[in-house]
Nanobody, 121 residues
């Protein structure tokens, strides 16, 4: 059983920053891709950023230059540093990983429960 727990969300004003964290726990053998998604109220979930085990990163156009994804492989943790936040960034942010885990070493995609980010003056 793998558990992903996000933290770091909250209420900020436009232009401010937040740093999200996501820790994976359980019987983990490897984590290849780590991602952040977000889902605004009434909208579909969308990919924000992803990072491979080799630290290759990829960003959605709407966050390029403002958000930075990183990971700590030793701690099975990923981060999302968000700068210059605006009201359109308001959403629930989810971490998701491609993980090899469990006694059967099954490779699968796992999701956290999300953390709310609200940008408002």
């Amino acid at each position: 059983q793998v558990q992903l727990v996000e933290s770091g969300g909250g209420l900020v004003q436009p232009g401010e920053s937040l740093r999200l964290s996501c820790v994976a726990s359980g019987t983990i053998f490897s984590i290849s891709v780590m991602c952040w998604y977000r889902q605004a109220s009434g909208k579909q979930r969308e990919l924000v950023a992803r990072i491979t085990s080799g630290a290759v990163t990829d960003y959605a156009d709407f966050v390029k230059g403002r958000f930075t994804i990183s990971r700590d492989n030793a701690k099975n943790t990923e981060f999302l540093k968000m700068r210059s936040l605006n009201p359109e960034d308001t959403a629930v942010y989810y971490c998701s990983v491609i993980i090899e885990a469990g006694t059967a070493r099954r490779v699968h995609k796992s999701w956290g429960k999300g953390t709310q980010v609200t940008v408002s003056s």
